[in-house]
Nanobody, 115 residues
Framework: VQLVESGGGSVQAGGSLRLSCVAL????????IGWYRQAPGKQREFVAG???????SYADSVKGRFIISSDIAKDTVYLQMNSLKPEDTAVYFC??????????WGQGTQVTVFS
């Protein structure tokens, strides 16, 4: 499987972006899908996640601003990011975890928020 993220870019603070992550050639059942981000000089951190059975979780820093959703028929997960802040600047990665708890990562997409 190959995970391909898209939708990143540069946006002014207060703006919005919608990230997409498509799983090309998916043959596995999904246990969990998550979005993570990594800013320069910092560790990768959890942003949002959706379990195969439906429960959704968000990092406190993005709660109320970001929305994760999925269209499994299209093998795609989305991250709608609203009210963006400069501190949201990072490379965003999607991670798909199979029911055998094998994780697959995308290559990342850059999000830059300027004030």
């Amino acid at each position: 499987v190959q995970l391909v993220e898209s939708g990143g870019g540069s946006v002014q603070a207060g703006g919005s972006l919608r990230l997409s992550c498509v799983a090309l050639g998916r043959t596995f059942e999904i246990n969990y899908i998550g979005w993570y981000r990594q800013a320069p000089g910092k560790q990768r951190e959890f942003v949002a996640g959706i379990a195969g059975s439906g429960p959704i979780s968000y990092a406190d820093s993005v709660k109320g601003r970001f929305i994760i959703s999925s269209d499994i028929a299209k093998d795609t997960v989305y991250l709608q990011m609203n009210s963006l802040k400069p501190e949201d600047t990072a490379v965003y990665f999607c991670n798909w975890v199979t029911t055998f708890l094998e994780g697959h990562w995308g290559q990342g997409t850059q999000v830059t928020v300027f004030s």
